[in-house]
């Protein structure tokens, strides 16, 4: 057998990694699929809904009976202002090369394996059809990310699946199983109607105790080397079973305590591991040599850090690199969570943050900015105090409490937003978003903001942000702007928003909002 890894980024694959398998942790699903069923699988983010996905599959079509297949529409969204019809030539294409990768070439769709890619165009649900037409077994399709993909195109794609059904298994897969397509759903609107099982959908969980203890007795397995009972209790107790922070304490554990490898593994390891990772990410006796301005640089999304490129070796000891982020469930909660949050607001703020936020976008992509600082504006009354005071570097809480709220909106839609602009301020911000306008062509919509905090003991920020900012947009030949003036003074939750539209003397307009 070859050597299995803890993994420390899903998703995972049995046979390099341990696994829990994929059936144990979609409860009900083969009876589901069974009975030939179209159905949603849904969770939050890193719970570990692709790995699951994709051992079922492998399960299912290593026992014979089905032809399953995973597949992302993760490549179909990332070119999201293009139109439905580029969008639905490469999920076929995915169809085409995933199934030559996964499955035995009778079960591919074009019967011999033709992938050469001269085909015609046609659409998915033709591609399915003729694919159910050669195929000897039943299919079984899994399409992941699926809530990717923009509502229009969802409106298309859902009632293929709905036409279809009524043909399986002789013409169309016998079932269908949609990762989030709850969302799916609400985005499409009126073109799932035709789908009212998606809203029954199954969840996937944290891993029991148990279920720790199962994917550590197949590193023992494997290597001979145990886990204490006392240290598999507290990795379940510092992780509350979140998939993703398991394996990184297990991991670090193994590797990287410098122990032998038939050394037994006890609870103090896993609080040694614990300790490490988060001074590996948090430099605590560096913080307060870090100025405000490189703290601020830091608090956008780990996306954006992780494309933008490194900023100054200061800078890069105080931010989070993108594993860590990863391992952080929004939802819930985990004791590693808790001290990450303290030492990272943006991380608390996405953590509160409502699921649904499909009406900050309006339907040609554009980000609907007003709506989107009305909804902070709530956000910061309901919870911002409580993340300000919880945070361990309290000077810098509030512009990471924004920030993280910004860049969580946009990195629901697997995009980035709002990254720092060089040279310009640490608390000055650019959006820069392409969309489809009526006639077909490509617009981009710019929105900036600059951010300033409001203490105690301090002379207004109105005055000096109104400056800052007519001075960024000068630069950048702009005439809209908005300021955002956060008074962390008295009690936050009691504060009423005010909105304020601003016309300079040079003819900037800037809506100012004191929060």
Known sequence: MAKRWFSTLLPSRSGAHYVVPGS??????RERIERGEYFAVHGPRQIGKTTALMGLAEELTAEGRYAALHVSCEDAASIGSRSWEDQEQKLVAAVRMLSA???????????EGDLSGDQEREGFGEMLSAWAGVCPRPIVLFLDDVERLPGRSLSRLLPQIVRGAGARPRWFPWSIVLCDGRVAVRKAGAGAAGLPELEASIGVERFTRDEVAELLQQHTSDTGQTFSEKAVREIFRLTSGDPLPVNMLARHAVEDLGLSPQAPITAKHIRDAKAQLLVSHFSESDADAIDSAAVARSAVSARSVARTGPGTSRDRRYRMPVSMPVALRWEGGNRIQEEVEKRDPRLATKRRMSESREGLFLPDGRVAFRRVIKAFSMFWREHGEEIVREAIRQ????????????GALVELRGEDAFPPVRGRGPTFRLLRRVYRKADGSEGIQTRVLDVRVQREGQSSRRMLGLKRLRRNLSRMGLKRGTLILLDVRGRIGEREAVFEDVTTEEGYLIRVVEL
């Not at 144990?24 to 699903?29: D, E, F």
């Not at 990768?101 to 019967?111: A, D, F, I, N, Q």
């Open 101 to 111: 990768v996964r499955l035995p070439m009778s079960l591919w769709p074009e019967g």
């Open 24 to 29: 144990r942790r979609l409860p009900g699903a």
């Open 395 to 406: 000077e810098e809480a509030p512009l990471g409490v924004l920030f993280g709220f910004l």
